[in-house]
């Protein structure tokens, strides 16, 4: 997913402006506008303070809402019943497969 794709996505899902994301960023507005338009791209700290200004972790930037699902169902496994996966060093027990 590319990040001028899922700014507006996410200002919109929070009825935010422009004005409203470029204050707790601490951009210029215009500067927003092209990266939301992928006419530049963003530095490593700008995309860090978006997450921060819109109160979201840096991955979520870069997943769309629509890809996540989740089944509300609850998986465990039971003691010693995970399946193991061997490494060079350790042995590694998958609880959730799924």
Not at 19 to 48: Q, Y
Request: glycine share 6%; charged share 25%.
């Amino acid at each position: 997913m590319r990040l001028g794709d899922r700014l507006p996505e996410i200002r919109q899902r929070k009825k935010w402006t422009l004005d409203k994301v470029s204050e707790p960023i601490g951009l210029a507005k215009s500067t927003l506008s092209k990266i939301e338009n992928e006419r530049i791209s963003p530095s490593f700290d700008v995309v860090r303070k978006f997450a921060l200004g819109l109160g979201i972790d840096v991955p979520q930037l870069f997943i769309c809402f629509s890809e996540v699902s989740a089944s509300g169902r609850k998986i465990f496994t039971l003691w010693c019943e995970g399946q193991i996966h061997p490494a060079v060093v350790y042995k590694f027990e998958l609880l959730c497969p799924s």
